[in-house]
């Protein structure tokens, strides 16, 4: 096993805090890890209070964010992964939103 296996299967998620600009999170042996907002539109596109519901899965090794339906692995921001949803899918997400806010 190489050493960045290791780092990513130690990982685990302390805190996070989502400003405008990034995804900060706060990993348990005190690494913090900032990634551009950006890299997940879900959260780009979402609401102070959706951002800031997020639940921590399997021991910090993800975060769920229930409101959006976003997922995000530590392990993939340590190796620098943007989010993998496809355009159509982000934009079909985005269609149901915008209906649901005209209720």
Request: proline share 4%; no cysteine; net charge negative.
């Amino acid at each position: 096993m190489n050493s960045l296996a290791v780092v990513e299967r130690d990982a685990a998620a302390l805190r996070v805090e989502v400003t405008q600009d990034e995804i900060i999170v706060t990993l348990v042996d005190g690494r913090v890890l900032s990634v551009p907002v950006t890299w997940y539109p879900r959260l780009s596109h979402g609401t102070k209070e959706e951002i800031n519901t997020y639940e921590l899965m399997g021991r910090g090794t993800g975060i769920h964010w229930p409101l959006l339906d976003e997922d995000i692995s530590v392990s993939g921001l340590l190796r620098g992964n943007p989010s993998f949803e496809s355009e159509q899918s982000l934009q079909h997400w985005l269609d149901e939103r915008a209906s649901r806010n005209k209720k």
